[in-house]
């Protein structure tokens, strides 16, 4: 199983990206997917979250800026983010919870600088 972040790069400050996470492989029972951050010095968080029923949750500095969605078609995992600000910089990483195993899968990374 893989998970592929892509989209990151250098935006200014009110700017947007969509980050896309690709999954290849199969992985049962997903429970839950999402988007965490890590800005330098600081620990992991998680920035949106989306369940099986499509039941979406953020961050409290991410709602009504960013929008976590799935195209199962493509088994790709979006983050739309809009109206981006210096603190948002941060590597983004795409993970899956599988129920069944217990476990979480994550992606490599995609690194995020708003700047201007």
């Known amino acids: 199983v893989q998970l592929q972040a892509s989209g990151g790069g250098l935006v200014q400050p009110g700017g947007s990206l969509r980050l896309a996470c690709g999954v290849s492989?199969?992985?049962?029972?997903?429970?839950?997917m999402g988007w965490y951050r890590q800005a330098p010095g600081n620990l992991r968080e998680v920035v949106a979250t989306?369940?099986?029923?499509?039941?979406?949750g953020y961050i409290d500095s991410a709602k009504g800026r960013f929008t976590i969605s799935r195209d199962n078609a493509k088994n790709t995992l979006y983050l739309q983010m809009d109206n981006l600000k210096p603190e948002d910089t941060a590597v983004y990483y795409c993970?899956?919870?599988?129920?069944?195993?217990?476990?979480?899968?994550w992606g490599q990374g995609t690194l995020v600088t708003v700047s201007s």
């Open positions: 993970s899956i919870y599988s129920g069944r195993e217990k476990r979480y899968y």
């Open positions: 989306l369940a099986l029923d499509n039941t979406a």
């Open positions: 492989g199969s992985i049962s029972s997903i429970t839950l």
